[in-house]
Structures are given as C-alpha cells and as structure tokens.
C-alpha cells in the first residue's frame, strides 16, 4: 500500500487540433508507475461512483488520470456524443505515457459513456494502451444506444440529452435563460416531454445539443454509425477487456457483444485476455445494491460482496505490471444466475452444449390478456388454431414497466417489476406455460420468431419473457423490439403490405435465469413499450417525422406454416461451476 500520493488539479492536457482537456491526477509520490486513465463527460472532480476504485488504484501503486471530455465539465471545445472520442483518447493516453511519473503502461476503467471513452480509445490503435475496463456499455451506438430493432430509445435518448444539455447551458453565458428554464422543464417533466411529436420538436436543444436532432436523421445503420461502431474493428483491437455488465441493463448487448466478438475475432494475442462479469443489476450496477426495481436479488448478488473495485485491481496488476503472466487470474466468464442465486463460471459464451430449444405459442384465438387461452408449450401447433388478434392505438401505448432501462429513476425505473398490470391490458398476447416438473436453466441470447401481419403500412411488434412464480408474481425477465420496416437491419427500410404475413425475429437481448420447478414460463406480445421506445404511428412515416398517428389491427398467426415461438437457450449443469469465493 503507498503511503504518500500527489494530486495535481486542473492539469491541462493538448488535444491536436488545440482543444485543451483537464484532468486531475493522483501517483504515488516519488514513483514511475503504470496510468490508468477515467474519461467522463460527468465531471471529474466529483469522482462519484468510481471514486473509491479511483483511490484504491492510486493507493496501490497506479498513477490515477480522471479527465473531463471534450466539451465537458472544464475541458474546452464542444461536447458532441461519440464523435471525438477515438482521437482525443488517442491524445490523451499518448500525453499521459510520456510523462516522467508513469512507465509507459496505460490502462482505461468506467462505465457507461466512460466505457465508449476506453473502446474508442482502443479503437485508435496506440501501443501504450494494453488494458481496459467497460463496464455497462454499447458495442453500435445504433443497435443498442439510440436504437433498438429499429425503434428509437426515446426514454433514454431524450432523457440522457436533456441532462447533458441542462448541464452545459447553465456553465454557459452565450445560452439564453429561456433556453436553459426550457431544459429544465422539459426534465421534469420527462412524460409529458416524451410525447411530443414529431420526436425531434425541441428548438431548445438545437443550439446546445444538435445531435438529437442528427440521431434522429439516421434512423437506419448508415456510414453515421459504421464508422463508430465497435464491433466492425475487434479484428484490429489488441488490448485486454474486463467487460461488465447487468441483465438488466439496457447496453447488456454490447456488453456480452463486446466480449464474444473480440474472442471470436480479435487478434491471436488478445482473444484469451477478454474476461466477462454480468450480474442482476441495472444500469447502476455494480453500484445500485438492491433492491433491483421490485425484486431483492440478495446482498450476495452485489458488486461489493464480490469485491469487484478490487478485481479491477487485479485485473489491472495483471496485464500492465506483469506482462500477462498468471498472476491475479481470474475465470473468463463469471455470471448470476437469477432464479438460481448462484454466481457461476463458464470458459465461454455463449455456454458450450447450449440446448435451444423452441417454446411454441398457442391458443384459440383469444389469448388477450393473462385470463386469455393462450399457451406456451414445446409442442408444435397443429393446423387448426385461429390466429390472435389486437388493437395496437399508438395514442393509448403499452407502458413500460421496469426492463433493461437508464437513466430516470423517477420516470423510467428498471429492474424487476410485477408484470400482472400489463398482462391485464386486452392489447397484450400472453402464452403461459403449465408449472415445470424440474428446473430450467435458460442461460444464453433469447429470440421469439413471430409470423404476423398488419393492417398498418408499418408497426412494431414487442415481446417480453416472464418468470411466473407460484404465486402469480410475473418477474421480467427481458425484452425486446421489431420496428417492421426495419426488420432486415442491414437491408435498410422495407417496405409493409397490409395483410400479409411476415416472418419477424426478435432479439431478447440475453439472461441467466433458472426457472424452478412449479414456476411457469411466459411470453407476452404486443406493439409498444413507450417510453422506453417510441411509438409507431402505424401511418408509414418515419416515426421521427409523424405527428399523425392511426390505429392497427394486429394479428398473430401459429399454426400449420406460422410456428411462431420464443427460442430458449437451455443449459445442462455442465455448463457452468460454481464460482468459488477465494478467487
């Protein structure tokens, strides 16, 4: 343990174009040590829930660099999401290697937006930085930061810009105090804000955050987001990464994206040094305790019993002390298994042997609400079932309630919650199984296949599964979203026929939740979760654009040709060990 650190304040570090960034930045006194470098557009000198990791690496040896971005808190230049994060991590990481105090081993830790910080940064490609620590990030700012299934993250990407942009116009004089009561207000009031329409009506955001706006003009993957994207360069990414993450987290999917593709696709010297961490958690994480929404997962499931400020450390000792050696090793993949309460380790994911398995929907056509007819069941539908039929009225949505959600914990809280109230709504489609005889543990990526069809030139369609205990209790489990004219991502936008059946696939996101025995499995259906994501109007429309909105009639179609589905990823207990805690 070091003794004695230094703090220097308000350290200016050069951008190339001439942008100064300020950074704080405690050593050891006396020491030439490895960086570790925390870059956050949430205002360095509050530390805040990094703060004691920060202290502690400081404290054990690591020279601590926490660095206001571009355009944030006293860095100068113009903040802009995303878009100069590779070149000013580059930057930054190169003034920081060659300074006297630190031995030219760099690494990268936080959460969040700080994780697009660490992944751009390893993006650039500089040599000083071996190791980094995401935690709750993305992998595509289109799939999964903006968009999802092609639906906008309304909740989210308003809420997260008004905060943001709140922020920056009270620190600045050039913004009028009309402009900054109007953001103000419209955070406040986030429900109400969330239904204007078109979604980019806010005038008040166009001086201090123009790229809502910008977001809302790309609403497809376009060479706007390729060139940002992570995932398009794992085969060029050599660093190690200790990806965390929660399962109910809304960047869950570029977390566990994060980690498979750089194993799968990162260069030979990097694929053993991607390490995985996922628990209970929501965005908050490792931070939030419980309990998570409604639900207690148990002091056990938390960030701080498993001590992971100071697996961090160890993680850290790891790669920039000791070449790579085995020293402070830990399993690759370490995951909560809800249901279960367990913490488990695995070699890989998804989990080797993964059993998917389809879980078929049923019913006699009236599967409205959790009272309806209709069934979940491995059994494949015969010819004779009638399809099931809704009303999806965008002005009367399905309302979010809980799921992988940030960051609003007064408009939009996520986590567990009892899902019954949705399940009562006549425009929900909910297929129960019977009670299990033994458990079923569905660890893995989660997908339902939906043949359906609409009146509409375009819709979405939603699902959701559910953990039903005994006593009726409905726990979310995870969610997802089709926009129906965006249903081939790479294919740009589709058109919609009324009437005809299509074939739509889901993506889940993914879990680890053991559903015990007399618990039953659940899927609802339905064509909104707003605010979460924003309504489709039903009209055609680039939902960004519309202000009119229409009525659809959904329906659907399960039998004969139409085996629409949810597909579950099954594993056996060989799949995973227990995790021991002296590791």
């Known amino acids: 343990m070091i003794e004695s650190l230094s703090v220097d304040r308000m350290v200016a570090i050069p951008m190339r174009d001439g942008t100064v960034l300020r950074a704080d930045i405690y050593r050891p006194v006396g020491q030439r040590c490895p960086a570790l470098i925390f ?115 309304l909740s989210f990407s308003l809420g997260w810009t008004l905060s943001l942009a709140a922020h920056n116009a009270a620190r600045d004089a050039s913004v009028s105090n009309e402009v900054r009561g109007a953001l103000t207000d419209a955070l406040d009031d986030l429900q109400d804000t969330v239904l204007t329409l078109p979604l980019d009506k806010h005038p008040y955001l166009d001086g201090v955050a123009p790229y809502y706006r910008e977001w809302l003009e790309h609403p497809t993957y376009d060479e706007f987001w390729e060139r940002l994207d992570v995932s398009r360069a794992y085969p060029e990414i050599s660093v190690a990464a200790f990806n965390m993450g929660g399962w109910y987290d809304t960047f869950l999917g570029g977390t566990l994206a994060n980690f498979a593709g750089m194993r799968a696709e990162g260069p030979e010297a990097a694929r053993d040094r991607q390490r995985l961490l996922v628990g209970p958690w929501p965005h908050e994480g490792l931070f939030s305790g419980n309990p998570v929404g409604s639900w207690n997962f148990g002091a056990r499931s938390t960030g701080g019993a498993l001590d992971v400020d100071g697996q961090q450390i160890r993680w850290f000792d790891r790669w920039l002390r ?155 489990v995870s969610d997802g979203i089709v926009r129906a004219s965006h249903r081939e991502p790479k294919a740009g936008l589709q058109p919609v026929v009324p009437g005809e059946v299509v074939e739509y696939h889901l993506d889940l996101g993914a879990t680890s939740n053991v559903f015990q025995p007399g618990h039953r499995i659940r899927i609802e259906v339905s064509s909104s979760n707003f605010p ?49 805690t002296e590791h």
């Open 532 to 580: 979460h994501f924003d309504r489709n109007p039903n009209t055609g429309e680039l939902p960004g654009r519309s202000t009119e909105m229409i009525s659809a009639l959904q329906n659907i179609h399960h039998a004969g040709a139409h085996l629409s589905r949810v597909v579950l990823p099954v594993v056996s207990p060989e799949a995973t060990r227990p995790y021991q």
């Open 39 to 153: 870059r956050t557009p949430y205002d360095r000198t509050g530390l805040g829930m990094y703060g004691t990791l920060a202290l502690r690496a400081a404290s054990s040896g690591f020279a601590v660099v926490m660095q206001d971005t571009r355009g944030r808190g006293a860095s100068g230049g113009r903040f802009t999401p995303f878009v100069f994060e590779r070149e000013d991590g580059y930057d930054s990481i190169d003034w920081v290697a060659s300074q006297s105090w630190c031995d030219g081993n760099v690494g990268m830790f936080g959460g969040s937006y700080d994780g697009v910080t660490q992944w751009q940064a390893a993006m650039s490609g500089h040599p000083a930085l071996k190791a980094i620590a995401p935690n709750v990030t993305a992998s595509s700012y289109h799939h999964g930061w903006v968009y999802r299934g092609g639906a906008f993250q």
């Open 322 to 476: 000791d070449g790579g050696d085995s020293a402070g090793e830990e399993p690759p993949v370490l995951l909560y298994a809800m249901g279960a309460s367990q913490w488990r380790v695995a070699d890989s994911w998804p989990l080797p042997g993964t059993d998917y398995q389809d879980w078929y929907l049923h019913s006699g056509g009236r599967a409205n609400t959790l009272n309806g007819d209709g069934v979940l069941s491995r059994d494949r539908p015969g010819d004779g079932q009638p399809p099931d039929s809704y009303v999806y009225n965008p002005r009367n949505p399905v309302p979010t309630l809980g799921g992988s959600l940030c960051c609003s914990p007064v408009h939009t809280k996520g986590g567990v919650y009892d899902q019954r109230p949705i399940e009562a709504r006549e425009d929900v489609l909910v297929y129960t199984s019977e009670p299990l005889s033994e458990p079923l543990d569905v660890t893995g990526p989660i997908s339902v296949v939906l043949h359906a069809s609409t009146s509409a030139l375009d819709t979405d369609w939603t699902a959701k599964l559910v953990d039903v205990g005994p006593c009726g209790y409905a726990r979310n």
